[in-house]
Every structure is written in structure tokens, then in C-alpha cells.
């Protein structure tokens, strides 16, 4: 193994790596009996997709968490793969067609759909080049996409099935739809928006002529279809009314006045206008009072079947037309303003068009009531908690499910139509004529909703229909790691799908992981111009540092505020990790040339510490020395970390497990026992071998840990540490396991003891500007017999910790002149300091940034106290404003507290 370069640098080690484990073959997976298996399936990001933020914590999470389990030992699977995306991917098609000058229609759908899957090929496989780049350790052999064969096999499977038990069927019905794609969308796929609006009143002349009723809406130009008015029938303002008739205004249609319960008698003035066609509530009305049903807008929301002077015009051109005319023909009452919820398209975002339409549907309610006891029995496990009754609720008030779709990129509905008798079949190849008349056929032009193909993700990728070996072995798969906004969407509908087709849940768990916000808390948009680009990150930082900083910058399911700022830690900590290592291989080899080479000690109170034994076969190249307090901390604590760590990932704590191996590694090893190594050291070729080994165990133990967080950095520094026996990748390592043994409470106490009276030390001499140079002595002053016992044995590393010169270890002394004192731990900590520094110039120093810090901590004070900035200034100035006050706070009792000390002296 080479010697590692002076510094760290991220683009020379990641894709080299990275390339090196998939040549090895390290994330592959196969059905092995001998072994219990892990799975994970991806979240199939859409074939149009680049990585952005969202992707980045999404799939760090899962890597984290398929190679924890890789090194616990299990057959660890991840399956890849990307989702045909149909609206999505038909509107980037379309745009490239437009910029032709053409539209798909002008090509025709079998060019059409040529023209996508070209640009499949072309551009769909950069998010997986992309999720590479993240470290994402896939079994990228089994790569699959939502309408490769198999997958199109396993949909028209479903379809079939679902049909043959009457849980699919045709009917007209109100759906949302989207004039821009001109498509059916599902309810979860037209999510509301508060708009400010207006609220209209018009007035409708009776027939007998004694008056008018006046109605309110929100959408004038669907008077056009209106056929009835409705109130409820305990309004008492209107129960004379009930049986009449009153005109259309502009149209003159006869419209009934009917009564019906649905009515809100709160809203506008009580009375509504019906439009069976355009509102669900009046479709609802509309078959109940066996009303017509007049659909008075065209696919792209113009309108038809109206008078001629509205005929083709725009909806929004028709609504203001009508309100001129209206107002000029005397039926235009009141406008109010309006704020209301209105559906829009998850993908163009125009406003969806309630609409009557043939569609094809999915019964829910009997497909939901597995998925319900699933989570209900704790079979299936949400993480955090609280999305448990998100998704019962959900669940228990399910609606059925549109699957159809008008546009031509998807799973075409395996639905035949005679041409002759309209009778309708179902097949997954096309008849060749109607079983029943004989007569030619042909296909619905239809496709299935993108998510009819994902909902059978978690075993279609693993075979189903056909039974195959990976799906005896991997299903049902174990973790779900995904977010909130695709609860109902993909989950539900998967637990759903894997009780239909499997009889068993897709998965035990779902981790529901926040969304990713600015520092400010606003949703990263292109909009906004807010976006931090992950690969930008990469390349500037490093891969690692963006994965720690994911998974470090929020606890479990919340929300994530990042700035560009907050990724130096994570490349910190991967150069203070590199430094560490070069410190430890200049140092010397362990016994033998690896870790593995020493066995670790256990604690002995007879001896006051065990021995580095070296096992059969070894041959150390000096004596083992006896272990120090510091040696049996250092080793101590990595038992802690360790099974913090494990008890953090396995209970989805991604931030607490990343903090303890920062905590570790950084200041237990890295700022503490890297230090206390280069004193033990020299003392004896024994004591350098003992803590050879020590170092060389605790930093490779360490770095296996840190591995699933960091991957690259880990593996790369793990390959100059290997022990002689291991395999070839730290991916293939074992988990480290916590040994009791090892663990010393005894010598964790005494070393947090010496570590804060090191720490009271440096700190005086930080605050009292003691140059670095001068070596002041210390005293200790404690009571107990065992402090002092403690504290004497560790005199020459005291004094090189603290910088220190003699160390004076008593029950009582009295305190010299010109000196500092704190009390740490029981024990009195004086520095004396005559000589050392300008007491009266550092008193004066210190009374000057005390007035300094009270004149700004008044202004600061102030500016909170004055209501034109709190009520006016963006909240995160006006947040920034508050820590700022609470920092220099803090900065003036601390200063305050160094004046004290000086002046005492």
C-alpha cells in the first residue's frame, strides 16, 4: 500500500473507488439459503429526473443503511431502478417536439412513442450515473425500469387479476382534470392550493316572474351546464321555492329548484347553482335528482356545447365575458373576495377542471382493509410514529383509485373494445375479434396511472409474476426509506398491492424522512433560486461531507435547513480523519504490521490496568507495557460509541449515530488520545508498542463504524490500516460489537476528571493571554487522597497537555499571588501568573471589551424592543437579531467573569 498523499482530496479517491467496488463485485447479491437477507427497493426516481437534494438524503439514507447491514453480515440487497414517469416524460418530449414546430398528434402515437423511448436511452439513465456519484452501493446488475418487459408483464398481471374479482370497472365519473396535459388525475395527483378568488352572486329569474333567487359561485363560466339550483331543504328563506323553476340566464334553460341535503346553507346565500357536469357534489345531486348532464368545456378547457358567442373561447375569456354580460343584462349581484382550495396539476401546475369522464377506477375499499390491519397489528412499522395515523386516516376514508390516463406514454389498458357490439374485453394480448359477435376490435387508447406499474415495485423487481429464486428469498424486503409526500401516493398503495398479489407486506418498516429547506426554512425551488445543487457540493466538498451533513443536520424525520456553510464540517472532519491516520501509520506499524496482530485488554483493579497481550503466534516487536488510564479510556469509550452507534441505526437514528462517531473520533481520539500518544510513546519501546496497537485497533474499529456515513474516506484510509486477515473492502468487514470486557467506568471517570482540569487550565491561559511559550506551574488542591494519588501519577501528561511546568499536588495550599484559580471536579485548579503577563494592561484590556459588549447588547436590545423592525424585517433577520443578542449575552458574563479573576489579583 502506498503512503498516503500530504491531504485529502476527495475527486482523486471517490470514482476510482467507486469503480474498484463495483469491479470486485461488492454490492451484488444472490439468493443464498445459508444467509438471511436484507433487502431494500429504490424509490424509482422518474427517467427525467437529476439528483437534487431530496434524492441525496433519500438515498444516503437507504446506503447507510444496506451497508450496516452488509457488515453485520447479512445478504444485503438494494434494487435500482428508474420510473417511465408518463406525464412527466410525455411533457419533455413534447417540448422538444414543439421546438420542431410540432405537436404529437402531428407525428402520431406509434412515432410519438418511438421519439420517447429514444430519449429514454439518451438521458434516462443519468440520475443512476448520478446516484453513483452519491455512493450509492446498488446491485446495479438488477437495474430495472417500470415498463421493461418483466414489469410490463407484472402490470397487466394485476390488471387482469384485479378485474377477474370485480375491483376494476369503467364508469362516468367527476375527475380532475388537467387542460394542460389533458389527462384524468388521481385526487392525491390535484393537491389544493389556497388561492384568493372571487365569489360571484348572480341572480336567476324565476319562470312565473315573481322574483329571483341568487346563487354564488366561484366559477361563473360552468352556468353554462347548469340544470337545477339547489337548497337545502331546512332553509326556511327558500322552502317556498322548493318544486319551482327559474331561468338560465343568457341561455334561458328551465332549471328545477330542488332540495338536497348536501347543500351548505352557510355558503353565499344558500342557494347553488348545479352543473352536474363540472362539480362533484352536483354530479352526486345531478344522479340522484336524474338531472342532464351538459359538459360544456372541450380536453384544453374551451368552451362547446354553449351559445355561440362564448363557443371556443378559453374558460378564464368565457368567465369574464359572461360577468360583462351579466352585469350589462342585470343578473350580476355582489363580488366578494373569496380565498377557496383549488386543485392543481402535481406536474404543470395549472388549475384541474373538475370534469364528468369515462375513466377506468379501482375499488380501494376492499384492497385497504389488509393494508389497515398491517399497520394496525404492528406488522408494518412507521418512523417516526406519528405518520401511523396520517396514513390510517388516509387509509380508512379511501376513495376509489382513477387508473386511466388520456396520454400515450405508459401501460396501455389491456382493454378491448368490438367495433361492432361495444362489447368490452380484457386481455393481455389483443383478441383477434369479439367473443361475442365476431366483429374486429380495438384498444383503448388509454395508458394505465404511473403509479399502477410502482405500487407492484417491491416484488415485481424481484420476478413476480413468476416465482422465481429471488423472490422466495428476498421478499418481502425490509426497509422502505421514502417521503412524506409519496405516503399515499406509493406507499399505501403498495402495502395494498403486496396483500393482493402476495398475501404478505412488501416491507416491514418505512422511514418518512423530512423535506430539504433552505437555512431560512423555505422549500428549495428553482423559483426561489434557493437550490443547492448535490453535485456541486460533491465537487467542492467531497461526496462524504455531503452525506454527514445530510444525515447530521436534522434528528429523525424532521425537516433539513441547509446552507453551503454548513457541508465544511463534514470535509473537516474527513481531513481531520486523514490527518489522524497519517500520524498513526508515521508512528510505526502494530506488532506484527496490524491491529489484529494484539489482542485488546481487559481492565484489572489488582494491577491498576491489564496488559497488551499478544496472542499465539504473534511476535511483537517489544514486551507489551502496562495500560494506562488514558489507554483504558480510549478503549472504553469506543465500547460506548459502538453500541450507541448500532442501538442509533438500528432504531432509524441517522443524526445521534453520525454525532457519536463525530464525538469519538474527533475529540476522544483525534484531540485526546493522538495527544496523549505522542507523550506515552517515548517513554519505553513497550509503552510505544502498547499504544501502537491501541491506536491502530480503536481508529480501524472506528473507521468500520464511521464506513456506512463515509464511505469513501472510511474505505481509503481502512486500506493502509487493514488488518493481514481481513477481506479485500471494509464494506465486507464485520460490524464492530461492544465488548463488556472493555468497558471501564472507573477509568472513564478519572479521565473526564484530568481532561476538565486540562481544560480549566487552558482556558486561563487562553483568556489571560498567557503566551504559548511560557509554562506557568500549576497547583491542585483536593481533599481526597485518591484525586491526589490520581493526579501525581499523571504529572509528566499534565504538563504536557496543559503546558505546565511543575505540578504541585496538595489537600490544602494557599494561594499565591497574581494568580488564577477554578474550581473543576472538586478540585481547586491555581495558576500562578506573576511575571507571565501585564495583570494591570490585561484588566484594562478586559474593562474596555466589557463596555464594548454592553454598548452593543443595549443596541441589540433596542432593535428587538422597537416593533417596526420585529413586525416588518423577514423573520429570519428578525431570528438572526435574537442570537445575535443572546451571543453577546453570553460573551459579556464570560468576559465579566475574566475581569473578576483579574481584579482579584
Known amino acids: ?119 429514454k436511452e439518451q438521458y434516462g439513465s443519468t440520475i443512476l450515473y448520478q446516484l453513483r456519484r452519491l455512493g450509492s452501493s446498488c446491485d446495479w446488475r438488477r437495474t430495472r425500469f417500470t415498463m421493461d418487459e418483466g414489469l410490463s408483464e407484472a402490470v397487466l398481471e394485476v390488471f387482469l387479476r384485479l378485474h377477474k374479482e370485480g375491483l ?58 347548469d340544470t337545477a339550483i339547489a337548497v337545502h331543504p331546512k332553509d326556511k328563506r327558500y322552502k317556498a321555492l322548493i318544486g319551482k323553476h327559474a331561468i338560465l340566464p343568457l341561455v334561458n334553460r328551465r332549471l328545477p ?36 348532464f351538459i359538459n360544456v368545456m372541450t380536453d384544453d378547457a374551451h368552451m362547446t356545447n354553449v351559445p355561440k358567442e362564448y363557443e ?13 354580460d351579466l352585469e350589462k343584462a342585470g343578473f350580476l349581484g355582489a363580488i366578494d373576495e373569496h380565498p377557496h382550495n383549488v386543485g392543481h396539476c402535481y406536474r404543470c401546475h395549472t388549475a384541474v377542471e373538475p370534469r364528468l369522464s369515462p375513466q377506468w377506477f379501482v375499488k380501494m375499499k376492499p384492497l385497504a382493509k389488509p393494508a389497515i390491519e398491517a399497520v394496525k397489528k404492528g406488522t408494518i412499522k412507521f418512523h417516526p410514529k406519528r405518520w401511523t395515523k396520517v396514513y390510517l386516516n388516509w387509509m380508512e376514508n379511501i376513495e376509489d383509485w382513477c387508473i386511466s390516463r388520456q396520454i400515450w ?119 426561489l433560486g434557493n437550490i443547492i445543487d448535490p453535485l456541486d457540493i460533491i465537487k467542492q466538498y467531497g461526496t462524504d461531507a455531503l452525506r454527514y451533513t445530510l444525515v447530521t ?79 483504558r479510556w480510549i478503549l472504553s469509550r469506543l465500547q460506548h460509541t459502538t453500541t450507541r452507534v448500532t442501538n442509533a441505526l438500528d432504531a432509524y437514528q441517522f443524526n445521534d449515530a453520525a454525532t457519536a462517531l463525530y464525538d469519538f473520533l474527533w475529540h476522544d481520539f483525534c484531540d485526546w488520545y493522538v495527544e496523549i500518544a505522542k507523550v506515552q510513546m517515548p517513554q519505553s519501546a513497550e509503552a510505544k508498542a502498547t499504544t501502537l496497537a491501541i491506536m491502530h485497533k480503536v481508529l480501524e474499529t472506528g473507521l468500520r463504524l464511521l464506513h456506512p456515513v463515509m464511505p469513501f474516506v472510511t474505505e481509503e484510509l481502512w486500506q493502509h490500516l487493514r488488518p493481514s486477515d481481513a477481506g479485500p473492502s471494509i464494506m465486507k468487514a464485520p460490524w464492530p460489537k461492544a465488548a463488556k470486557k472493555l468497558t471501564d467506568d472507573e477509568a472513564e471517570a478519572q479521565f473526564a476528571r484530568f481532561a476538565a482540569v486540562v481544560g480549566a487550565i487552558r482556558t ?84 474596555q471589551r466589557v463596555a464594548e459588549l454592553t454598548k452593543h447588547l443595549q443596541q441589540a436590545e433596542a432593535r428587538l424592543k422597537d416593533s417596526d423592525f420585529t413586525d416588518k424585517a423577514p423573520a429570519e433577520i428578525v431570528q438572526g437579531a435574537r442570537e445575535r443578542k443572546q451571543q453577546l449575552e453570553e460573551d459579556l458574563k464570560k468576559t465579566a467573569a475574566q475581569l473578576t479573576v483579574l481584579q482579584a489579583m
Not at 444516503?60 to 434494487?79: C, E, H, P, S
Not at 371556443?312 to 360583462?324: F, V, W
Not at 441547509?562 to 508512528?587: D, H, I, P, Q, Y
Open 409 to 527: 406514454w405508459g401501460h396501455r389498458l389491456p382493454v378491448y373494445y368490438c367495433e361492432k357490439c361495444e362489447h368490452t374485453m380484457v386481455a393481455k394480448a389483443a383478441p383477434a375479434k369479439c367473443s361475442k359477435c365476431s366483429g374486429p376490435v380495438r384498444q383503448d387508447p388509454d395508458v394505465l396511472d404511473t403509479w399502477f406499474s410502482s405500487w407492484l415495485w417491491p416484488f415485481s423487481t424481484l420476478g413476480w409474476p413468476q416465482q422465481t429464486k429471488d423472490l422466495e428469498h428476498f421478499y418481502p424486503t425490509h426497509t422502505l426509506v421514502t417521503a412524506q409526500e409519496i405516503i399515499f401516493f406509493w406507499v399505501a398503495r403498495m402495502v395494498m398491492a403486496g396483500y393482493f398479489c402476495m398475501k404478505a407486506p412488501p416491507f416491514t418498516d418505512v422511514y418518512i424522512h423530512g423535506t430539504v429547506r433552505d437555512i431560512t426554512g423555505k422549500k428549495m425551488s428553482k423559483s
Open 257 to 292: 329548484i330542488i332540495a338536497d341535503e348536501l347543500v351548505d346553507k352557510s355558503f353565499g346565500t344558500g342557494a347553488v347553482k348545479v352543473t352536474p357536469a363540472h362539480d362533484p357534489a352536483d354530479f352526486q345531486m345531478g344522479k340522484k335528482h336524474k338531472l342532464e
Open 312 to 324: 371556443g373561447l378559453d374558460r378564464l375569456e368565457a368567465r369574464s365575458k359572461l360577468i360583462i
Open 1 to 119: 500500500m502506498t503512503e498516503l498523499p500530504p491531504q485529502y482530496n476527495p475527486q482523486a479517491v471517490e470514482e476510482p473507488r467507486y469503480q474498484w467496488w463495483e469491479a470486485q463485485g461488492l454490492f451484488q447479491a444472490d439468493p443464498d439459503p445459508k444467509r438471511t437477507p436484507y433487502t431494500i427497493v429504490i424509490p424509482p426516481p422518474n427517467v427525467t429526473g437529476i439528483l437534487h437534494m431530496g434524492h441525496a438524503l433519500n438515498n444516503t439514507i437507504q446506503d447507510i443503511l444496506i451497508r450496516y447491514k452488509r457488515m453485520q453480515g447479512f445478504n444485503a440487497l438494494w434494487v435500482p431502478g428508474t420510473d417511465h414517469a408518463g406525464i412527466a416524460t410525455q411533457n419533455v418530449v413534447e417540448r422538444a417536439l414543439a421546438k420542431e414546430g410540432k405537436k404529437r398528434q402531428d407525428v402520431g402515437r406509434e412515432a410519438f412513442i418511438q421519439r420517447v423511448w429514444q430519449w
Open 168 to 225: 376494476i370497472y369503467r364508469g362516468h365519473y367527476i375527475i380532475n382534470w388537467c387542460p394542460r396535459c389533458q389527462t384524468a388525475l388521481a385526487d392525491e395527483e390535484a393537491p389544493r392550493q389556497q388561492t384568493l378568488g372571487k365569489l360571484y352572486h348572480i341572480r336567476y329569474p324565476l319562470e312565473d316572474r315573481s322574483g329571483h333567487i341568487e346563487v354564488a359561485t366561484t366559477r361563473p363560466e360552468t352556468m353554462l351546464g
Open 553 to 631: 443536520a436534522t434528528a429523525i424525520g424532521q425537516d433539513l435547513f441547509l446552507s453551503e456553510e454548513r457541508f465544511t464540517a463534514g470535509r473537516n472532519f474527513a481531513n481531520k480523519l486523514w490527518n489522524a491516520t497519517r500520524f498513526v501509520m508515521s508512528a510505526g506499524p502494530a506488532a506484527s504490521g496490524s491491529p489484529g496482530a494484539r489482542q485488546l485488554p481487559s481492565p484489572s483493579a489488582s494491577a491498576g490496568g491489564a496488559q497488551l497481550a499478544a496472542p499465539l503466534g504473534a511476535r511483537p516487536s517489544a514486551s507489551p507495557a502496562p495500560i494506562t488510564i488514558p489507554d
Open 764 to 847: 486561563m491561559r487562553a483568556e489571560l493571554n498567557v503566551p504559548p511559550d511560557r509554562k506557568p506551574p500549576v497547583h491542585l488542591i483536593t481533599p481526597q487522597a485518591a484525586v491526589r494519588q490520581f493526579f501525581e501519577s499523571q504529572q509528566p501528561l499534565l504538563q504536557a497537555l496543559a503546558g505546565v511546568a511543575e505540578v504541585h499536588v496538595a489537600a490544602q495550599a494557599q494561594k499565591p499571588k497574581d494568580a488564577a484559580t477554578a474550581v473543576v471536579e472538586g478540585i481547586e485548579v491555581i495558576l500562578p501568573l506573576a511575571g507571565l503577563i501585564d495583570v494591570a494592561k490585561e484588566r484594562e484590556r478586559k474593562q
